[in-house]
């Protein structure tokens, strides 16, 4: 990866975009022993529209906190892919949940990763934004593998532990292609 | 103990430990009811046999304003308002310390009324002394929210058009613990308010009727200070535990109008104590 | 964070009051850690956007080592709560924003004169009035140094990390507690709102300042609550200690009692605003980035301090001699550094950017008669990095 990547999370209130943010955050400056900067959307926009987890992974210090042109898009809703696809990188990585998010004809380079599903047979759908992180993490290396297991260990509620864990691993497996079979 | 003779310096007056007497003379009027409600104060405090170093006095601004002053406590003269929040910050951080708010109508009432009620909601561990003198007597005699429908102000040159505060059915309403008013006629039963209040946790409010004949007696024909005491001599009427404190207000045009005073509510209620 | 689950690494309930270790956290979230570790004993606030999570976080994690925190009714009623609690002895803290600020500007006075130590954090957002409650402001710099009425002293901090959020945090209350005055932690909403790596030391290495008491007994009369020593701040004596105290917003003379003559006042005034003015050199605090041999200094605080840092590294990779002065104190302001820099000659213009109308490009330009350039937002968004670029490349 290169030395600093940029990944916006967009969804709607109550998808658990801010916790997967914070997870990144946290798995990268606690436990990769990088630099890491997390901001979010607050107040109305935050509770009806389009909200938005932003993180800047870095290996030198970051001085201008917030993501201008994320190389890694992870959306969960279809307003956030109309606001935040134009702003992806060119060969940017971009995932989308195709039960939630329709994405434009012409929008052909995206991942499908139906984190929904996955979730579901998992036990829970609402970890969904957990397999959506694990894939990221597979996909973009922006955190650790072992880096993102910590950060949930140490920040994750005891009763959701054990399914996200899962949720991450098999996200993660989704990207490096080791679910296939 | 012989009786001291009238120019005998040497005796020394039972509560002058709890006067700051290098303060003395005081700025209250001739007839003005204040050092009144200061006496019993510090004779409760002498009568509570607690010790004074454990009693706070804090005061906002105004001429009641100024009692804090006065007594030998730690004593704190706020801003005009805030007497009841700075007293609930020192309450809350040391609950061992007894603190008694003394300060006047329209700095409780109008600008700390939002204080008041939510002092008196929360049951914070205060004692709290309301002067009510009906005007803003250290201005000059302005209008204020206690002012009786009819009575003469600077700011209401004809006569105060709007409804007053009926101070202890708003206390009640708002859910001090302990609620009272007398008046500085009732010397003997307001001492034994405040000590009632010093000796209960929860919020504590005692309404005292006060002169300010300067300001407030002059204008309304209620002569001078004396005067207005033996208006409350003559009206006041005792009714202690008083149920319909709705019908209490206080009209000061019509003489032929009875005073309620007493001690109205005394009941237990949980105390705030963060 | 919102989530409840992200607090998790912050431990809200924990007993420990000290949370050392490394930990990730919301800028509020760290300055409110920094309250606990410095010895925070009583909070007092209303909620409001955008400082309500360090309110949230000290309701779970002060009263769990002993503290107490009680919710206002509104801040009027806050900053006279943490005065009054200061009398007692408290370190005593409230957070708040904009509008709030502005309500307790009379009382900040009280502390000045009364002089109680307290600390008030400002989370600024766009204003005036309501403005945007969400969004990043950095235009209560002058309210802050300027907003009670009268002459008086106060500090201001100003972080651009959640790191300094915790750190400058501590300095607040020591600074308070040193002085006796008023103490601001001007943080805005992008700091406030931010998520970092914070390292939190061991509670030993915390720094402690502690308020200066009085050096005779209580009962002998000798105590005189307002004299002060040679460095302008007399010892104080809290409610309950046996000194018996008067203290009062009018101006009184050396044994607390009102003294209404001018020359008491005179007097009294001039050492309120001395014992900040005449110890500025130990109060102030500041860092640079490539200053040395700048022709070009940009002047920047806050979160507008991070675009400068990143502009200024750009410029110097440019071969542009730029260089940035930060100051962490702006009240009192970094003055001496600024009039070295020009008896040394090198700097040929300032670059003042700021998210407000120009209010610390007025204090460049009152230090300076150098050319200062601006960079104005009036809130909503934080300069970039480009923005300050192109200004240092013009």
């Known amino acids: 990866m290169p030395d600093t990547i940029e990944i916006r999370l967009g969804g709607v209130g109550g998808q658990g975009i801010a916790l997967a943010g914070t997870l990144l955050g946290k798995a990268a400056a606690l436990y990769d022993g990088k630099e890491a900067v997390f901001t979010q959307t607050y107040g109305p926009e935050a509770r009806g529209g389009a909200s938005r987890a932003d993180i800047i992974v870095s290996d030198t210090a970051i001085a201008y906190p917030f993501v201008t042109r994320p190389q890694v898009l992870a959306v969960l809703f279809q307003e956030a892919y109309e606001k935040f696809r134009p702003q992806l990188a060119p060969d940017g990585l971009l995932i989308i949940e195709p039960d939630l998010v329709n994405p434009h004809d012409d929008d052909s380079d995206l991942v499908r990763l139906p984190a929904i599903k996955i979730a579901e047979e998992l036990g829970n759908k609402l970890a969904a934004n957990i397999v959506m992180l694990g894939y990221l993490v597979g996909a973009s290396k922006a955190v650790s593998f072992h880096a993102m297991e910590e950060a949930i260990r140490e920040t994750v509620n005891e009763r959701h532990l054990d399914l996200d864990l899962r949720a991450f691993n098999a996200g993660y497996n989704e990207a490096i292609g080791a679910g296939d079979d | 103990m012989s009786t001291p003779q009238p120019n005998d310096f040497s005796v020394v007056h039972p509560i002058d430990h709890l006067m700051r007497a290098d303060r003395l003379p005081h700025i209250l009027c001739a007839g003005c009811g204040i050092g009144t409600v200061i006496h019993a104060y510090v004779r409760a405090i002498d009568e509570s046999g607690t010790d004074p170093d454990q009693h706070v006095c804090v005061s906002g601004i105004g001429c009641s304003g100024r009692a804090a002053g006065y007594v030998n406590v730690d004593s704190y003269h706020s801003t005009h308002g805030r007497a009841l929040p700075f007293a609930l910050g020192i309450a809350v951080h040391n609950p061992s310390l007894t603190v008694t708010v003394i300060s006047g109508d329209g700095d409780l009432m109008a600008i700390g009324g939002n204080h008041f009620i939510h002092a008196a909601r929360r049951n914070v561990n205060l004692n709290v002394i309301c002067i009510n003198n009906f005007n803003y007597g250290m201005t000059g005699g302005q209008v204020g929210p206690t002012t009786p429908i009819g009575a003469k102000g600077t700011t209401a040159p004809q006569g105060s058009i709007e409804h007053p505060f009926n101070l202890p059915y708003l206390a009640k309403a708002c859910g001090a613990s302990f609620v009272a008013r007398w008046t500085i006629l009732h010397v003997r039963q307001f001492t034994d308010a405040i000590l009632r209040s010093m000796d209960k946790d929860g919020f504590c409010f005692t309404e005292v009727l006060s002169p300010c004949p300067t300001s407030f007696g002059r204008r309304n024909k209620l002569g001078e200070g004396l005067d207005e005491v033996e208006m409350y001599r003559e009206r006041c009427h005792i009714e202690n535990g008083a149920e319909n404190l709705q019908d209490l207000d206080i009209d000061i045009v019509d003489h032929e109008q009875p005073i309620t005073v007493g001690n109205f509510v005394d009941i237990e209620r949980t105390a705030f104590h963060a | 964070m919102s989530s409840k689950a992200a607090q998790k ?63 206002m009714e509104d801040e009027l009623g806050s900053i006279a709560a943490i005065i009054g609690a200061s009398a007692a002895g408290a370190r005593s803290f409230t957070a708040t924003s904009g509008p709030g600020f502005s309500l307790m500007m009379e009382n900040i006075g009280l502390a000045a004169m009364m002089e109680l130590p307290c600390v008030i954090v400002n989370v600024q957002r766009a204003s005036p009035s309501t403005g945007l409650p969400t969004m990043v402001g950095q235009s209560d710099i002058l309210q802050a140094r300027w907003g009670s009425h009268g002459d008086y002293g106060i500090v201001a901090y100003c972080p651009s990390s959640p790191q300094e959020c915790f750190e400058l945090t501590i300095d607040a209350f020591n600074t308070a507690d040193r002085y006796r005055i008023p103490v601001f932690i001007l943080m805005d909403e992008v700091v406030g709102h931010m998520a970092e790596r914070v390292e939190i030391p061991e509670a030993k290495d915390i720094p402690h300042v502690p308020r200066k008491g009085p050096r005779t007994a209580p009962g002998t009369g000798q105590f005189l609550p307002y004299a002060a020593d040679a460095d302008l701040v007399p010892p104080i004596a809290h409610a309950g200690d046996g000194y018996k105290v008067h203290m009062t917003g009018l101006t009184h003379d050396e044994r607390g009692y009102p003294s209404l003559t001018a020359e008491t006042h005179d007097k009294l005034v001039h050492r309120l605003v001395d014992k900040v003015r005449l110890n500025a050199a130990d109060i102030v605090d500041f860092e640079e980035q490539d200053v040395d041999d700048a022709d070009c200094v940009i002047v920047a605080y806050g979160c507008t301090a991070r675009s400068a840092t990143a502009a200024v590294t750009q410029a110097r990779a440019e071969g542009l001699r730029c260089g940035l002065l930060r100051p962490k104190t702006i009240w009192p302001f970094p003055e001496a550094r600024v009039r070295r820099l020009l008896e040394i000659g090198k700097v040929k213009r300032f670059i003042v950017p700021e998210i407000n109308l120009g209010q610390m490009r007025r204090e460049i330009e009152r230090l300076t008669q150098l050319p200062t350039l601006r960079l104005n937002h009036a809130g909503g968004a934080m300069p970039t990095p480009n923005a300050i670029l192109e200004i240092i490349r013009s």
């Open chain 3, 9 to 71: 690494q912050a431990a809200p309930d924990s007993p420990q009051r000290v949370l050392t270790g490394r930990q990730f956290m919301l800028g509020d979230h760290a300055c409110a850690e920094g309250a606990l570790a410095a010895g925070l004993d009583f909070f007092a606030g209303y909620p409001i956007t955008p400082s309500t999570e360090v309110a949230e976080h000290l309701a779970s994690r002060l009263p769990a080592v002993g503290g107490r925190f009680v919710q």
